[in-house]
């Protein structure tokens, strides 16, 4: 079993930067691809990313794509999570996730393992 915990969100206005990062304790990192996903109030979790074991693949939401980058130093046993360009849209709570296969998918379900999220505030 892995425990997951996020860190690095905040309040930013838009046009801002945050990074944030998932650290895990309990089994090593690499045994996981990891995923990224918010959820803001009123809606469902949704997809941001997912990042393979090695860190050779990642694939994004669409709303993600350009604009924030996943990465992982499974040394430090870490993903993180650089978003650019913030917009108050972004405003949610953000999950870090594991799942066994070697990546995630964009299915909630599919993960094993969830942190307890890390609040994003974008101010217009």
């Known amino acids: 079993q892995v425990q997951l915990v996020e860190s690095g969100g905040g309040l930013v206005q838009a046009g801002g930067s945050l990074r944030l990062s998932c650290a895990a304790s309990g089994r090593t990192l690499s045994r996981y691809g990891m995923g990224w996903f918010r959820q803001a109030p009123g809606n469902e979790r949704e997809f941001v990313a997912t990042i393979s074991r090695s860190g050779d693949t990642t694939y994004y939401a669409g709303s993600a794509k350009g604009r924030f980058t996943v990465s992982r130093d499974n040394a430090k046993n870490t993903v993180y999570l650089q978003m650019e360009s913030l917009k108050p849209e972004d405003t949610a709570v953000y999950y870090c996730?594991?799942?066994?296969?070697?990546?995630?998918?964009?299915?909630?379900?599919?993960?094993?393992?969830w942190g307890q999220g890390t609040q994003v505030t974008v101010s217009s």
């Open positions: 996730a594991a799942d066994r296969k070697d990546i995630g998918t964009s299915l909630v379900s599919d993960y094993n393992y």
